[in-house]
């Protein structure tokens, strides 16, 4: 039994499909992954000379610890796949495929964190990010936010969003907005009523679905440079 978030990771190309990137737009763009885990985004990215950088609360830990926690975490979600039938297999055609291509991604993002500790990958809650205001083009979290509406709250919610807001010069990303079994996030609509006149907030349709109904992004936009 884990106790408190996975320490997991995506691969870049589930990035690029979940969030919609066109990557000859982002060329020149400073880019921020929040909560971004062990995925394999950021260290791809900067292979391709992309300017990201990517923040967690557990970037202070070392690369052999986060690796164990990545690959115990991995083995858990896959049993858990396994015993519930109702995730999408499109994206990935079974667990075990999930947990290969996954642990792949982890091992992509340990070399680089050895490498960028400190650098590419800062120790951080989102909901206090060290950078100035109005610091990337495009802020991006994954799997945080309206997934786990149970255990964070609201002000969780609207703090994190703000904070993002904040660092972000163009526009912020979040994926997915359902729950487990395919519920909108009680808290999806009022971020929507919070932000209104504020951002242009849209929901954008997506390339990429694993969970049910989890074919939309939240897209907040600040300038209109769209990305």
């Known amino acids: 039994m884990i106790k408190g978030p996975l320490f997991t990771g995506r691969t870049c190309q589930e990035y690029i499909q979940m969030f919609n990137l066109n990557l000859k737009r982002l060329r020149g763009k400073s880019i921020l992954d929040c909560a971004a885990g062990a995925s394999s985004f950021t260290p791809i990215m900067h292979s391709l000379g992309f300017d990201v950088k990517a923040?967690?609360?557990?970037?202070?830990?070392?690369?052999?610890i986060l690796y164990q926690m990545c690959a115990e975490h991995l083995k858990t979600l896959k049993k858990a796949l396994k015993e519930k039938g109702s995730y999408i297999w499109k994206f990935y055609k079974n667990?075990?495929?999930?947990?290969?291509?996954?642990?792949?991604?982890?091992k992509i993002f340990i070399s680089d964190y050895r490498i960028g500790k400190g650098e590419r990958y800062i120790m951080a809650d989102i909901r206090k990010l060290p950078f100035p205001d109005d610091s990337f083009h495009l802020v991006l979290c994954s799997h945080l936010l309206y997934i786990y509406d149970h255990r964070l709250d609201w002000k969780f919610h609207l703090d994190s969003i703000n904070e993002m807001l904040r660092v972000s010069k163009n526009e912020v990303?979040?994926?997915p907005l359902v729950k487990e079994d395919g519920r909108?996030?009680?808290?999806?609509?009022?971020?929507?009523?919070?932000?209104?006149?504020?951002?242009?907030?849209?929901?954008?349709?997506?390339?990429?679905?694993?969970?049910?109904?989890?074919?939309?992004?939240?897209?907040?936009i600040k300038s209109l440079s769209a990305l």
């Open 184 to 220: 909108n996030s009680i808290y999806l609509k009022r971020t929507l009523k919070n932000l209104q006149g504020k951002v242009d907030a849209k929901l954008e349709k997506v390339d990429y679905i694993f969970r049910p109904s989890a074919d939309k992004m939240l897209r907040l």
């Open 173 to 175: 990303r979040i994926y």
């Open 55 to 64: 923040t967690d609360t557990f970037y202070d830990k070392s690369p052999r």
């Open 95 to 106: 667990p075990e495929e999930m947990f290969r291509e996954r642990l792949k991604a982890c």
